[in-house]
């Protein structure tokens, strides 16, 4: 017969359970909220909010590769989300400026990758995360798009290898995402602006 904890009355052959329970919780609920987000700053066309909403599910990505007992993908997510962000502020500024944060978080995440290498599935990563950092610097609109969806399809590796199939989804949905917005932007609008109107 299984003893029952002291104070909460709860059998200790359940607790194990109950924790794991809550990690996985908390590993799905993160990657879902890392999706939602990932899929509407996709649809941006506005390349400001696109940056902004891409850096916020970074920061999402993180914690959740975190959880899946992966550190070294949860630092190229946090540098992902702070290189995003920079992104978009450093996007109308001077080509020396962008060159500059652009050659700081391209060394950041060369030392990320060194210090936690583990061979092919590291290179991988590499590729994607430098790849992701030209195209957030030097890149926009359509292109940009079509960067975001091969960098969605090399970290699709990174997912199939942690057996997290929520992330195998979210790259998936992020990719096309990625190539709606891609062809959106090429598809001029059938609606003209409707003109302004003075009233009373």
């Known amino acids: 017969m299984a003893g029952t904890c002291r104070f909460t009355r709860i059998p200790c052959v359940f607790r194990l359970p109950l924790i794991l329970n809550t990690s996985d919780v908390l590993v799905h609920a993160?990657?879902?909220?890392?999706?939602?987000?990932n899929i509407?700053?996709?649809?941006?066309?506005?390349?400001?909010?696109?940056?902004?909403q891409s850096g916020?599910?970074?920061?999402?990505w993180a914690l959740n590769n975190l959880l899946l007992g992966s550190p070294v993908a949860a630092a190229l997510s946090l540098v992902s989300a702070g290189r995003t962000a920079t992104s978009a502020i450093v996007m109308e500024r001077s080509a020396l400026l962008r060159?500059?944060?652009?050659?700081?978080?391209?060394?950041?995440?060369?030392?990320?990758?060194?210090?936690?290498?583990?061979?092919?599935?590291s290179l991988v990563?590499?590729?994607?995360?430098?790849?992701?950092?030209?195209?957030?610097f030097y890149m926009n609109g359509r292109p940009l798009r079509w960067c975001m969806l091969t960098v969605s399809l090399l970290w699709m590796q990174h997912a199939l290898a942690h057996e997290s199939w929520e992330q195998v989804a979210a790259n998936a949905m992020t990719g096309m995402a990625a190539a709606y917005g891609a062809v959106r932007l090429d598809r001029p609008s059938k609606w003209p602006a409707a003109p302004l109107t003075r009233t009373a």
Request: aromatic fraction near 10%; hydrophobic fraction near 60%; proline fraction near 0%.
């Open 30 to 37: 993160t990657g879902l909220s890392a999706l939602v987000i």
């Open 56 to 60: 916020m599910a970074g920061v999402a």
């Open 99 to 121: 060159l500059a944060v652009f050659i700081g978080f391209a060394g950041i995440t060369l030392g990320v990758s060194a210090a936690g290498w583990d061979g092919w599935s």
């Open 40 to 52: 509407v700053a996709a649809g941006r066309a506005c390349e400001r909010s696109f940056r902004l």
């Open 125 to 136: 990563l590499l590729v994607a995360s430098m790849l992701s950092t030209y195209g957030m």
